[in-house]
Each structure stands twice: as C-alpha cells, then as structure tokens.
C-alpha cells in the first residue's frame, strides 16, 4: 500500500511537473500599448495668384444721361483653403463664415460674395456653400458642415469666391451715390466650431 501510495504521489508529482512546464512555456511572449494620438486641426487661408487685395469700382458713362455700368464688378480671384480635423463628440463639424471687419460698403451700393462647389483637389468631409451673401458686419455663414477634410494648398483648390459689387435694389440708391465714400474693406472669412 505504501508502494501504492508513493508510486501515485511520484504519479502526481511527474503529471504535476509536465503541466507546470506546459504552463511556463507561455513566457515566450508580451504585449505592449500603442497610443495612438490625432491632433485638432482647424487652419484656414485665402489664396490668389494676384494677391488677396482685389479692386472693384463700376466704370463711369461715356455719354451724358448714363449711368454709371456695374454689369462687370465681380472678382473670382480668391479661393478658400482649409485643414480641419474634428471631434466627433465634441465639435462634429465646423462652419465658415464671411463678414466685414473694417470700413463700410458705400451708401447705395451692396456687396455680395458666392463660394462655389470646393473643387476636388483634397478629400475629407468638405464644407456646402450657402447661398449669396450681402456683406456686412455681422459674421454670416458661407460655407457649411465641414468635417475632417482638407482642401489641397494654393490657387484652384477648395471654394472659389465670387465678389460682385451692385447698385442696391431699393429706389433712391443712386442718390445716395458719393465719391467721397470710396473705402476699402477688411473682410474676414473665419473657421468656427459649431
């Protein structure tokens, strides 16, 4: 019985080893962690190859009796670029808006601007255009609903703008009318958080 008894403790103890040593080739392996970090991104720029300073003025008439010819005050010179990386949860998109920053469009005269379609030189989720927008000094929206998206940098890439320079609609604009109130204008296009 006792030889019984070793002969099973030895029995045990051999079993015992082997599935120790089947346990302990596990240490040939590890693990570490990777973080992985992105970046808020939110940049935006104009872009024109004559420069961002544009000039727009109606042509004087020719004859007595004319008015003055606003049929060509319009400028497509500049373009919209931006990088944007959002946060889903804490900003899910961002807009672009347009205002007047600094001087004032003359009496009798209304100033619009258009961004068009972007242009397909980046990838991301692009910003919408929004309708034509009559500049002021309020911060109106001209592009909305941009996502991580870029633009692509420099002249034909993002939204084009369009400026057009018009005689005001409401009767009496033309009295209004003074060459003491040429201006120039700051207008600001900014990349806000939603």
């Known amino acids: 019985m006792k030889n019984f008894l070793r002969a099973s403790l030895i029995a045990s103890l051999l079993a015992?080893?082997?599935?120790?040593?089947?346990?302990?080739?596990?240490d040939?392996?590890?693990a570490h962690n990777v973080v992985i970090t992105l970046p808020e991104v939110a940049l935006l720029d104009l872009e024109s190859s004559a420069g961002t300073s544009i000039s727009l003025g109606p042509?004087?008439?020719t004859e007595a009796g004319e008015a003055l010819d606003f049929s060509e005050e319009t400028n497509s010179d500049i373009w919209i670029n931006y990088s944007s990386i959002i946060g889903s949860k804490t900003e899910p998109s961002r807009d672009?808006?347009?205002q007047i920053t600094s001087g004032k469009v003359p009496d009798g005269l209304e100033l619009t601007a258009i961004a068009a379609k972007d242009a397909g030189m980046g990838d991301g989720s692009m910003g919408t255009p929004t309708a034509?927008?009559?500049?002021?000094?309020s911060a109106q929206e001209i592009i909305k609903g941009v996502g991580s998206a870029y633009t692509g940098n420099g002249v034909s890439k993002g939204h084009q703008l369009t400026y057009q320079l018009a005689l005001n609609e409401k009767k009496g604009?033309?009295?209004k009318l003074d060459f003491d109130n040429s201006n120039t204008l700051a207008i600001t296009y900014t990349l806000t958080d939603q």
């Open 28 to 30: 040939n392996d590890d």
């Open 132 to 137: 034509k927008i009559i500049l002021d000094n």
């Open 59 to 61: 042509d004087a008439p």
């Open 16 to 26: 015992f080893a082997g599935i120790s040593g089947l346990y302990a080739q596990d």
């Open 96 to 98: 672009i808006t347009v």
């Open 173 to 175: 604009s033309y009295a």
